[in-house]
């Protein structure tokens, strides 16, 4: 069973970079089938999704965050990242994980596998 766990500090600092952790169970992130991706559920807005890193490393980002996403991964760990920089209190949000077959399933909101998410609050 394919499982995906969130991490990260609930609570940043205006201008601080995020940083996030993904750890997966169940499937190896090298295997050639899924796209693993961060998606966010901000208070009464659409889900928004960052970008994702495919099975074999190779990485593409959503350009609504204008350069400010960086997604990497440890293969050691099974473990990929989020980093999101200069955030601001709006990029205060339910921050989840997922796995996902294709582009089209990460950007309509529909990936197959989903962490059960972690808030973090961008606050002084």
């Known amino acids: 069973q394919v499982r995906l766990q969130e991490s990260g500090p ?19 992130i ?8 961060w998606i966010r559920q901000s208070s009464g807005k659409a ?19 204008n350069g400010r996403t960086s997604i990497s991964r440890d293969t050691s760990k099974n473990q990929f990242t989020l980093q999101l920089s200069s955030v601001t209190p709006e990029d205060t949000a339910l921050y989840y ?24 609050t961008v606050s002084p």
């Open 10 to 28: 609930g609570l940043v600092k205006p201008s601080q970079t995020l940083s996030l952790t993904c750890t997966v169970s169940g499937v190896s």
């Open 47 to 65: 889900l928004e999704w960052f970008g994702y890193i495919h099975y074999n490393g190779n990485t593409y980002y959503s350009p609504s965050f």
């Open 30 to 37: 090298t295997t050639n089938y899924y796209s693993w991706t």
């Open 97 to 120: 994980c997922a796995a996902a077959k294709s582009l089209h399933d990460i950007v309509v909101g529909t990936p197959e596998y989903w962490g059960q998410g972690t808030q973090v």
